[in-house]
């Protein structure tokens, strides 16, 4: 018997995201199958907007599959960013514990985002 969790992306189901509306996720990986992060496909639509949030003790790092748009780091309660980078397929980084970060798709078809959460946030 195998250890390993598999899992395939083809076959894993879109869901609704449980606490952002508009945005669909295909959970890969969680606390039930690996004790030190998440893996998610994030999808967000034409138009659409990830707000403002920060993760208390999670480091958030991704990175663009398909599509075009922007992540706006140091958001502060009016919608500001310190620093806004431009999202394209293969670009990808880190977002550290407690900064306040969005995404916004700025291009013609949905934004797709590989997310790892460490330590895992669900």
């Known amino acids: 018997m ?3 969790h598999l899992f395939n992306l083809s ?3 879109w869901a609704d995201h449980p606490t952002l509306p508009g945005l669909k996720i295909k959970g890969l990986e969680g606390r039930a199958t690996h004790p030190h992060l998440s893996f998610m496909l994030v999808r967000v639509a034409t138009g ?3 707000p403002r949030h920060a993760h208390d003790a999670a480091t958030e790092t991704v990175l ?3 599509g075009r748009g922007e992540l706006c780091l140091g958001v502060d309660e009016n919608g500001v960013a310190a620093e ?3 999202l394209a397929p293969g670009i990808g980084g880190s977002v550290p514990p407690g900064l306040y970060h969005s995404v916004h798709n700025r291009g013609e078809e949905p934004l797709e985002i590989l997310a790892i959460h460490t330590p895992p946030t669900r």
């Open 48 to 50: 659409g907007v990830i």
């Open 11 to 13: 076959t894993t189901e």
């Open 64 to 66: 663009i599959v398909s």
């Open 84 to 86: 806004v980078a431009p």
């Open 2 to 4: 195998s250890l390993a």
